[in-house]
């Protein structure tokens, strides 16, 4: 008898496949849908490899586009981009639930399963419940940002500003990056026009953070009353990480932009200000205050470390997670110091997550540099810098760009698109698809290997 698993068998009940297929089939929905004249300000049909890549950018919550969302899409293919960012933003598994709920569907053992490993739960107990307060607090959230940016959408921009308020709020806290707040005059605005309000930065900046922090660590900081020691360590981490990386960019941006093209006619106050969005927007968002291509050499760096560490892990953001970087890099100290422990906070990191938090970045970093060499192969005539940015932006779902993608070849945009959903469900949840179970745990000797 043939005990050798066939592929079928190998795939079932495997959760993240079921999340992956997920995601391309909204995606595939999504685009048809862009697709559609009625989308479309022209009446005319969209380029399907646009439309694949414009519903893979909104799903995938990261915000590299083909087309200005304002002057191209009419109010319906707006729609269907602000529910291709919700979606992605929320996750599949989560909205699926929240619609079985609402239908009163029973929620099977199979989909329990699925929903603990797309929120990284530890176990299934309460995951419904927790698909629920994950729904409320976004809803919160979302509409108070909503509420707090009108004022000054609408001084500016008249009635129109109540729906830019609200997409912005969602796309923020998403931190999907896309927008409606391009004009004929800059197509491609973003929150450049808004550089010099402190208001409207700042509510972007948090509703970002927000999102990018995660529910879990989000609930356990009002859980535990904002008291620090109370905190889980996963929170600690989270928050002191994120913390350091963003006083990092906001002195390091200040200091690099300072007298550069990008900072050009702000006073002091105003640089600080967009320093500080910067540092916070790339970190996953994907808003821009400032021409990103007139920024120098050394802030466009910057900008990519930021972007490759990403979010929070069960945070609306991408990247490497702040978490992983936290870990590779003591396991690094650990491994120059000789030490064999890893420690935090005074507890112990087990070896495993050690490992995956290296196997994370380097196979981050492969990917990223595997595909910008062959985009750079077919796209000859862009510079290899700014293929690298958006490559980069595009496995941390962040979205700021070089502008170049509406240059880019058919193969080009498939292989972004490829990256974005790499970055969207992990390189972990990637794995985890396609690894093979073992029943048995097999010791292996131990081999010598010279390092340094």
Sequence with gaps: MNDKPTVKKRFKMRPMLLVLLGFIIVMLVGAFL????????????????????????????????????AMHFTVFGQVILLLLIQIGGLGI??????????????????????????????????????????????????LAGMLLLMPFFCVKNGGIGVWQALFVSVSAFCNAGFDILGTAQNPYASLTDFNGNAGVLLIVA???????????????????????????????????????????????????????????????????????????????????????????????IATCFLMFI????????????????????????????????????????????????????????????????IVSAVERTIPTGN???????????????????PALSVFSKLMLVTVMFVGKLGPLSIGMIFAKRENISIKYPIGQIMIG
């Design 310 to 373: 990403g979010a929070a892990p069960g945070g609306t953001g991408g990247g490497i997670k702040v978490t992983t970087f936290a870990v590779t890099l003591l396991m690094a100290i650990s491994g120059l110091s000789g030490k064999e422990d890893i420690v935090i906070a005074k507890c112990s990191v087990k070896s495993k997550t050690g490992y995956r938090s290296v196997s994370i970045t380097v196979f981050a970093a492969l990917l990223i540099m595997l595909v910008s060499l």
């Design 206 to 300: 948090i509703l970002i953070t927000l999102g990018g922090l995660g529910f879990n660590v989000i609930r356990d900081t009002v859980k535990n009353k904002f008291r620090f020691k109370r905190l889980s360590l996963h929170t600690k981490i989270v928050l002191v990480v994120s913390l350091l990386l963003f006083l990092f960019g906001t002195f390091f941006f200040l200091g690099s932009e300072f007298g550069s093209p990008a900072y050009q006619g702000m006073n002091g106050g105003e640089k600080l200000l967009n320093s500080m969005f910067q540092s916070v927007t790339a970190r996953t968002a994907g808003f821009n205050a400032v021409d990103q291509n007139a920024m120098s050499n050394t802030g466009k």
């Design 93 to 142: 598994m989560t909205l699926a639930t929240l619609i079985f709920i609402l239908i009163r569907k029973r929620i099977t053992l199979k989909d329990r399963v699925a929903l603990q490993e797309a929120l990284g739960q530890d176990h299934i107990k309460g995951v419904v419940r927790l698909v629920r307060a994950i729904a409320a607090t976004t809803g919160i959230i979302e």
């Design 34 to 69: 862009l697709a559609l004249p009625a989308s479309n300000v022209d009446g005319k049909w969209l380029e399907f490899d646009d439309a694949v890549f414009t519903a893979s950018s909104a799903v995938c919550v990261t915000g590299l586009i083909i087309h200005p969302t």
């Design 387 to 405: 293929i690298v940015f958006d490559v980069i932006s595009a496995f941390a779902t962040v979205g700021l760009s070089s502008g170049i993608c």
